[in-house]
């Protein structure tokens, strides 16, 4: 089998309110914050914290309609996803797709760090959110 999905890229961790989440992250645990954005667009709030080989994304959602407040509101806070880098986004969403993996995007579209992203559905990975980021 083909070796579609290379390094973790990073984390994503959902969290009910991104201020108090970095006081632990940032604060307590010392991990710094590299960046903050929002973006309305998919609902959330984001900030991106780095150990230096690892990135660690903290997920506020905005409103309840957003997904990530849907999913911290019916799951509690906690580990929202894994994103994985892959060298051709396009053909390795077309290769899991071929091959029966449940796709939520079937084609990529630009993410947080304006890079092309993707969702593989967790119905077909174990119960996780896998994302995978083109880089
Ligand atoms: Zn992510």
Known sequence: ???????????????????????????????????????????????????????????????????VS?????RGPGVHHLCFEVADIASTLRELGESGVQLVDTVARTGAEGKPVAFLHPKSTAGVLVELIEK
């Open 70 to 74: 849907k999913f911290v509101s019916q």
């Open 1 to 67: 089998m083909n070796r579609r999905l290379e390094a973790i890229d990073h984390i994503g961790v959902a969290v009910p309110n991104l201020e108090e989440a970095k006081k632990i992250f940032c604060g307590a645990l010392g991990i710094p914050c590299v960046e903050e954005k929002t973006v309305p667009e998919r609902g959330v709030k984001i900030a991106f914290l780095s150990t230096g080989n690892t990135t660690i994304e903290l997920l506020e959602g905005i409103g309840e309609n957003s997904p």
